[in-house]
């Protein structure tokens, strides 16, 4: 049997190849209008970048789009570009807490939090941003004894209505893999 060929493109932003289904496509209709192209499948001239901020701000510098598209991109442009690749990242980040929540991998709760750190079990931690000085301040000082990651992100409600659930600000993951994509989402 034939082994699947895999379609490469490069980045607009770090040249490198990567394959199609990695990268995002920017494109460009024929009424000149453009927009993110989350399905691939849109009508008109394409760009693919990373899904890194710091690539697209690397094609905005080098105005690689302005060359892919043979065409000045407005700035107003750029930041719509920004915002749509700042709320893909998020989007992610959310459906892999989710995830984590569904298989099991997730603990909420600032005492089963607690419970799991001195267990070890928590290989990253996360903390709603509305959630009060002294509980962001107690977790990040066990956190920071034990070398687990911790990020302060969004509010309760978001992360909270990512798991279903009401009111939780402390999350921990307890799954390595887990952990490392969640990083690799929001670090992005």
Known sequence: MQKKKIPLRKCVGCNEQKPKKELIRIVRNKDGEMSVDF???AHGRGAYICHDVDCLKKAEKKKSLNRAFSCEVDQEIFEKLYKELEAMINNKFLSLLGFA???RNLVTGED???MNIKKDA???LFIAGDASDNT?????HLCKSRNIPVRI???RDTLSSAI???NRTVFGVTDQKFAEEML???DA
């Not at 962001?136 to 990040?140: G, P, Q, S, V």
């Open 101 to 103: 929540h569904k298989s």
């Open 184 to 186: 690799k989402a929001l």
């Open 153 to 155: 992100i969004e509010d």
């Open 112 to 114: 089963t939090c607690r």
């Open 39 to 41: 399905t691939g499948k």
């Open 136 to 140: 962001k301040d107690r977790f990040l």
């Open 122 to 124: 928590i290989k990253l």
């Open 164 to 166: 279903g659930k009401v």
